[in-house]
Structures are given as C-alpha cells and as structure tokens.
C-alpha cells in the first residue's frame, strides 16, 4: 500500500537544489512548515525562487532563509514587518514580486488545477496592472494573471494518514490547501500521523492524490 | 469642538453597520469596529485568511495561534463559524459576496477612488495583502479615517496623489468629523460632528461638498441623530 510518510524534515526537503522555486504555506506563522525552514537551511541550497504570503516576521520563518541569503525572488502579498527580507531589499539582494493575496492564491489554483491563467479585475487601473496584458469581457475590463507552480510546495497541516490525506488546524489551513496542488513535489509537515481509516473522509481537505511527503516535527 | 476619539469612530462605523451583515474590518482601526458591534446585530465578521463568524479576541493563556486574524492577532470562532482556504476567503471577497468592507485610507477622492496600500517609498518594501481584493470585490465599500492628515491637510481629496488600490469603489466614508456618501453628483453630506460646520468642514475637504436638505449630527460619543 502507499506509505508517503518520510523521517523527519530532512528526508522531506530532499532533492532540493539550488535556484528552485518552492512555496510555502501559511499566514504569519498559522500553516508555516516550520521544520521545513531549518532542513532547507541545512540542506545548503541557494537562489532560492519563493512563493509564500509573507516574507517572515519572527526567528523561526522565512527570516532564517533571508537572513542566510538564500532566496534570489520572493513573490508575496505583504513583505512587512520583516526585517531580514526589508534588509535584502534595501540592498538591492533579492528580487520583489508583490501580488495582491486573492490574485496570488488564485495563480497557484490555476497552477494547480491546469489552467492558463485566469481574467481578474483587481488591479485594474492601478500599478499592478502594469506590465500585464489587457482583456475585455462581458464589457468589463480584466487583468490576464498567469498560473504560478514550484518544484517544492512545503505546507502545514494537522492530520495526515499514511496515504497523504491531510486535515488542517483551524485557520491555518489558508493558502496550504491550494499550494498542495500546484508543487511538482508536496511534503507536508503535521503534528501527527494516523492510521489509514482514521481520519473521516468528509474532514480530509487535500486528499492524498497531491501530496508526495508527509513527516512530524521531531525538533 | 473636539474631533471624534478612535473608540467613537469605530462606534460610529458599528451603529451603521447593516444587522445580518456578512462584514470584513480591515486591519488597523477598522478592526476595532468589532468591539462596537451590538451583539444584536447579527453581523457576521470575515476574515481573508480563512474565517467566517469571527469571534472576540480569547482570553489571555487561551490563545491558538492557529486561530488568527488577517492582522495576525489572535480570534476565537463564534457559534456557527466556519473555515476555509484562501482561494474560497478570495471568491468571497472578489464574487461580490460580502456586503461590507470597512477599510482603512491614506486618501479618497470625490469619485471613489481609494488610495490605502504602503507603497514602500523611502526603500522599505510594499505591501498590498488583501485589500485591494476587497475594495474590487466587496458590495460596499466604507473607508474610516481621520478627515485630515496629522499636518492638517485634506485626505479627501479631488484626485489621489499616492498609488491607487482601486478605482470608484468607495461608497461611503467615516471620518472624525462627518459622514460622506460618494455619489453620481460628488460627495453628499450626509451627518457632521455636534459643532462643527459646514464651511469648516469644506475648508478641510479639498473635494466640494454636497449638502443635501436633511444634515445628521454626530455627537462626541459615534452616535448619530438626526
């Protein structure tokens, strides 16, 4: 039978290299895979390419990876109160690509779900429409936004069975369940794992078709 | 004549609040609106990260930093509340869904458009988050602020200066000194505070003002009579 359940972070970071793309789950530390952030540190890839919301806020996130420079491009919604990131920035170090919150989850759904991108009105008429194509329809006009994928999604859940199904917490399941669709390699970092049968059916949010890795946080 | 304290601005943004209302507060002041909401009300409280039905924030050692809200503080979930992921927060937000949004503002202009997002001037980094997928997407759109900067000059203005989060959205603005709904026409009065007048108030106001038959008054505490 399937078993997806790897070791530790570690096993789940594996075959990360450098100049990968990879997402990361989670809103300020709510869904943040935070043994995913260390194992991707020790694992010693560079030119990292980021796809996460925020850009880390505290010592255990996404700041680590700023502060070691390791990421080459974030693509994020709101990079405050980040210092690491905010000191890479000003240096002129790591790349910004802001994208509002909804448009950004809505590209890794199109990532995900095999679309081409989709037509959006936020934006419009405003600076983040520059750059992007154009498109009337139903005489209203829209934004082409483009599908966003990773070579790596790293998320958190709460739940996971040996199969890969997975439950989540709360609110911290906002943006994991849909980057779970759009990595060409899921590891999911849960606070326990259960047996096949275990979880209801009608609880399991990303059913293990999409998910590739699952581990428990042993540090 | 006093400008409206913070506590009675966000009083003032809760009394007018639709009952049953599906509402997102902004992060910042407008999240303070919560605390001024009749328990009566009904209205039900949403969060983009993922939370309908949003409740107070919890007693202190009882927090669960999974339960947050889009300021990252934590929430509790009030009977009936639910989750879910960002893309389904998003077509809320964006398919017209919600009734309100009350957001925050650097600038409003006299058609509606709405400056509120950190542009990142001076080196730091920008942020836009989801408020620019409110403003599109939200059935009405209220802006609370003070009426001028802290220098004195106009944030109502005849065009925006900063970056714009959306265009014409805006219909109705709260500030600390009156109540301004966006119109085909301009900007109509529609309440001002206990003391203030109009010409005072058009002297704050770089947009012109439209005073309809019928002026609301506003008293010290957010209450509005007639």
Known sequence: MRNVVVRDAEAAVKDIKDGHTVMVGGFGGAGLPKGVITAVLDAGVRELVVISNNAGSS??????????????KIICSYPRNAQQFAEQYRAGTVELELVPQGTLVERIRAGGAGLGGFLSPVGVGTVFADGKEKIAAQGREFILELPLRADFTFIKGNLADSLGNITYNKSARNHCAVMATAGDTVAVEVDRIVDVGELDPENIVTPCIFVDRVFTRSR | ?????????????????????????????????????????????????????????????????????AGKMPISLKRGGSYFDSSLSFAMMRGGHLDVAVLGAFQVSRNGDLANWTT???????????????????KSIWVMMDHTTKDGRPRIVERCGYSLTARKVVTRIFTNLAILDVTENGLA??????????????????????????????????????
Do not use: C
């Open chain 2, 120 to 138: 990142g001037d001076n080196g730091s980094p920008p942020g836009i988050g989801g408020a620019i997928d409110l403003a599109v997407g939200a």
């Open chain 1, 59 to 72: 010592d255990d996130d996404l700041s680590l990876w700023f502060g070691a420079g390791i990421v080459r």
């Open chain 2, 1 to 69: 004549m006093k400008p409206l304290s913070r506590d009675a601005l966000a009083r003032m943004v809760a009394l007018h609040l639709p009952d049953e209302g599906f509402v997102n507060l902004g992060i910042g002041a407008p999240t303070h609106v919560a605390d001024y909401l009749p328990s009566s009300s009904g209205v039900m409280l949403h969060s983009e990260n993922g939370v309908l039905n949003v409740g107070p924030k919890p007693p202190e050692g009882e927090e669960d930093w999974d339960l947050i809200n």
């Open chain 2, 189 to 226: 009065m529609d309440a001002l505070l206990e003391g203030a007048t109009v010409a005072g108030l058009q002297n704050l106001t770089e947009a012109p003002l439209l005073t309809p038959g019928k002026l609301r008054t506003i008293k010290q505490d957010g209450t509005v009579v007639p």
